[in-house]
């Protein structure tokens, strides 16, 4: 059975941090890109970063650089998205999902899946940053 549960959403304010929690199958855990990803209602979903066998992505888009980390731990079969420095535009709806890159080769070499790669998603956890 597939399962990617999120938590650790909810409210913070501007200059905070949360940690989001997605644990997901062992199956799902071993053998898939796990990706983070954000969505304002009446916007695109935005790709954040992956970690593919315990390694988180280098990539990640301007607007979360240098401030959002993403961690695994293999034990609990949990990726962990770390949010540091919030702003209010931050706010989102945040969601994990398992997919695999087309290219086994790019993969292995820690390219993200693209966003229509991802085959499961979790049902998604909120976040409201607070100015």
């Known amino acids: 059975e597939v399962q990617l549960v999120e938590s650790g959403g909810g409210l913070v304010q501007a200059g905070g941090s949360l940690r989001l929690s997605c644990t997901v199958s062992?199956?799902?855990?071993?053998?898939?890109?796990i990706g983070w990803f954000r969505q304002v209602p009446g916007k695109e979903r935005e790709g954040l970063s992956c970690?593919?066998?315990?390694?988180?992505?280098?990539s990640w888009p301007d607007s979360v650089k240098g401030r959002f980390t993403v961690s695994s731990d293999n034990v609990k079969n949990t990726v962990y998205l770390q949010m540091n420095s919030l702003k209010p535009e931050d706010t989102a709806v945040y969601y994990c999902?398992?997919?695999?890159?087309?290219?086994?080769?790019?993969?292995?070499?820690?390219?993200?899946?693209?966003?229509?790669?991802?085959?499961?998603w979790g049902q998604g956890t909120p976040v409201t940053v607070s100015s």
């Open positions: 999902a398992a997919g695999r890159h087309p290219d086994p080769t790019a993969q292995a070499m820690g390219v993200c899946p693209l966003l229509y790669d991802y085959q499961y």
């Open positions: 062992r199956f799902i855990f071993d053998d898939y890109a």
């Open positions: 970690i593919i066998s315990g390694d988180g992505s280098t």
